[in-house]
């Protein structure tokens, strides 16, 4: 079987991969913990190369390579890690509301305390408000906010950081 490149002819970094595919696979695997992982992270190295462009100008392109999928890997692991503590939460969450029935009183303090926060987001500039309520309510990624809104995910952060300030403050007044 002839390996090809992305124009057609062989391609000194494809080669390059091909030859070293099962190294990769076990160094994504001993990151991610899981071999159905790793192989999928290396077909996604293999996708996002632009062999016919790097092959001349990458010097140990085993090394690139390497670093490619290592950093896929670790990308990956982080973002499983950060859904299994999501998850985690959003379950003890989930567990706290239901024991959470409480006396009579505490439903009444419970809906007082959701009013002030209702009123203090009502507060809030209607883009911040938005924001907050995209990400914190409808569970949207701040990354996808940014972009709906064409601003930065970093001020999508500050908006909802000062939302959450607001309310606090509210709260506590």
Not at 28 to 41: F, L
Not at 145 to 151: K, M, N, Q, T
């Given at each position: 079987m002839q390996k090809l490149g992305a124009a057609g002819g062989g391609s000194p970094l494809l080669d390059v991969f091909f030859d070293q595919r099962h190294r990769?696979?076990?160094?994504?695997?001993?990151?991610?913990?899981?071999?159905?992982?790793?192989?999928?992270?290396?077909?996604?190295?293999?996708l996002k190369l632009d062999v016919s462009?790097?092959?001349s100008t990458i010097r140990?392109?085993?090394s690139y390579l390497t670093r490619v999928v290592r950093n896929l890997s670790?990308?990956?692991?982080?973002?499983?890690?950060?859904?299994?503590?999501?998850?985690?939460?959003?379950?003890?969450?989930?567990?706290a509301t239901v024991s959470a029935t409480g006396t009579p009183e505490e439903q009444v303090s419970d809906q007082q305390q959701l009013e002030r926060i209702a009123g203090a987001l009502a507060e809030l500039p209607e883009r911040t408000?938005?924001?907050f309520e995209m990400c914190r309510i409808h569970g949207m990624k701040q990354k996808d906010?940014?972009?709906?809104?064409?601003?930065s995910p970093t001020l999508v952060n500050f908006m909802i950081q000062e939302a959450l300030l607001h309310?606090?403050?509210?709260?506590?007044?």
């Open positions: 990769l696979i076990s160094l994504a695997t001993r990151i991610t913990g899981c071999r159905s992982h790793a192989e999928d992270i290396v077909h996604d190295a293999y462009s790097l092959s140990s392109q085993a670790i990308d990956h692991y982080r973002r499983r890690s950060l859904e299994q503590r999501l998850m985690c939460e959003e379950e003890e969450s989930a567990e408000r938005y924001v906010i940014a972009e709906s809104l064409g601003v309310c606090r403050k509210t709260l506590r007044d």
